[in-house]
């Protein structure tokens, strides 16, 4: 079974750009959630969907938003890029949502803002 | 308080010992626990779920929930060097929660 994946591996963009970042979560799974983690730091909330809803969002700006697509993979569009948002994004994936489901995670996308 | 709380560490353990790693957690969260094993540029992986109040034993790892103290445990039993990593606790409420991790070195 494929694990979850992402793409790109490495972004790297100026600051004012747009960024996107994908995300295919494991086949059966419908929940998608993504977090940031800046070098050294937690992982951080960003945004759960499930069943193509966004369900739950974490204390970040509205620059940060995304969407699930019918086949439940997701997309994160960070827009006005600032230097602080250089990390490594994560997506992870599970069956249930928050009925106990364990989460999976991707590999993520390091992101690179100059 | 936090939903999820680690002691940071770092916590160094001889090759062989047990390491312990523990996380407690606040009535914002429900009864799905996780540990997570995150090696130092890479992902989190998962290592372990517990879900009712007990042991909960797989190979070298055992995980213990007590729910009336509301806490959750980790132990690694004969620690080998590739154990050394950060661990991750996490939880279920409104959201999926996670501690802030535990750095973990076994010195060989």
């Known amino acids: 079974e494929a694990g979850v994946t992402q793409s790109p591996t490495h972004l790297i963009k100026t600051r004012g750009q747009q960024a996107t970042l994908r995300c295919s979560p494991i086949?059966?799974?419908?929940?998608v959630y993504w977090y940031q983690q800046a070098l050294g730091l937690g992982l951080q909330f960003l945004l759960w969907?499930?069943?193509?809803?966004?369900?739950n969002r974490g204390n970040f700006p509205p620059r940060f938003s995304g969407r699930q697509f019918p086949n439940y993979s997701s997309e994160l569009n960070v827009n006005a890029l600032e230097l602080e948002d250089s990390a490594l994004y994560l997506c992870?994936?599970?069956?249930?949502?928050?009925?106990?489901?364990?989460?999976?995670f991707g590999p993520g996308t390091r992101l690179t803002v100059l | 308080q936090k939903e999820v709380e680690q002691n940071s560490g770092p916590l160094s353990v001889p090759e062989g010992a047990i390491a312990s790693l523990n996380c407690t957690y606040s009535d914002r969260v429900s009864q799905s626990f996780f540990w997570y094993r995150q090696y130092s540029g890479k992902s989190p992986e998962l290592i372990m779920s517990?879900?009712?109040?007990g042991d909960k034993e797989d190979g070298r790892f055992t995980a213990q929930l007590n729910k009336a103290s509301q806490y959750v445990s980790l132990l690694i039993r004969d620690s080998q060097p590739s154990d050394s990593a950060t661990y991750l606790c996490a939880a279920t409420g409104n959201q999926f929660y996670f501690g802030t991790g535990t750095s973990l070195t076994v010195i060989p």
């Open positions: 517990i879900y009712s109040n």
């Open positions: 992870a994936s599970s069956r249930m949502g928050l009925a106990g489901g364990e989460q999976f």
């Open positions: 086949s059966g799974h419908t929940s």
């Open positions: 969907y499930d069943e193509g809803e966004e369900r």
